[in-house]
């Protein structure tokens, strides 16, 4: 996905479905249809394929609770294993037993 490319993709996602970032799967919908085109493919771009995006989330133990951590964790699982999409998480917390 090339930079020029982003916004018009994200300005189609978001005419196409204006309520997508207020559902619980939103967000993970919403980055799913950015990398893949409209066969469900990942697009073919060198940089998204050869160079991971890096996704940096600090605090996770600063969330409301277990469960908004666990939900987060899971959603993170599912968009590099399910989705296989090219990003890399970086996540920094205070280390508790409950999302190590």
Do not use: A, W
Not at 61 to 89: A, M, T, W, Y
Request: charge should be negative; charged fraction near 25%; aromatic fraction near 4%.
């Amino acid at each position: 996905m090339s930079s020029s490319h982003e916004p018009q993709r994200l300005q189609l996602v978001l005419r196409d479905d204006p309520y997508i970032v207020h559902r619980v799967s939103g967000s993970i919908n919403l980055l799913v249809s950015l990398f893949r085109d409209q066969r469900g493919m990942l697009h073919d771009d060198p940089t998204t394929t050869s160079s991971p995006f890096l996704v940096i989330i600090n605090g996770l133990d600063e969330c409301r609770g277990n469960d908004d951590q666990s939900v987060i964790l899971s959603h993170i699982h599912d968009l590099v294993d399910k989705h296989r999409l090219p990003l890399r998480f970086l996540i920094t917390s205070r280390p508790e037993s409950h999302i190590r």
